[in-house]
Nanobody, 120 residues
Framework: QVQLVESGGGLVQPGDSLRLSCAVS?????????MGWYRQAPGKQRELVAT???????NYTDSVKDRFTISKDYEKNTMDLQMNALRPDDTAAYYC?????????????WGQGTQVTVSS
């Protein structure tokens, strides 16, 4: 059974940094075709923050470019999100996702989320 568990969220001040980690069990992370971090703020739709492909190529939504960095640690079997220069509008629940393409379509795996609150 594949499980994704996020950690690293918390309450920080504007300008601070946080590092989120998504620990994967039940499957090596290279088995996912793409992994990503999503976030959802109260009253808003879940949005894609960053993605990293099997090739390690990454993409970011415009609002986090040059501030956030997504990465994978194959030894630890984790996917991380380094968040710098945090702003109040980064406040949200952050979710990690792993997607594996199958012959019949794809399987999506989600973590339970970790809360990030940026406030002075």
């Amino acid at each position: 059974q594949v499980q994704l568990v996020e950690s690293g969220g918390g309450l920080v001040q504007p300008g601070d940094s946080l590092r989120l980690s998504c620990a994967v069990s039940g499957s090596p992370i290279f088995s996912f075709n793409v992994m990503g971090w999503y976030r959802q703020a109260p009253g808003k739709q879940r949005e894609l923050v960053a993605t990293i492909f099997r090739s390690d190529r990454s993409n970011y939504t415009d609002s986090v470019k040059d501030r956030f960095t997504i990465s994978k640690d194959y030894e630890k079997n984790t996917m991380d999100l380094q968040m710098n220069a945090l702003r109040p509008d980064d406040t949200a629940a952050y979710y990690c996702n792993g997607r594996a393409y199958r012959a019949y379509g794809s399987d999506d795996y989600w973590g339970q989320g970790t809360q990030v609150t940026v406030s002075s």
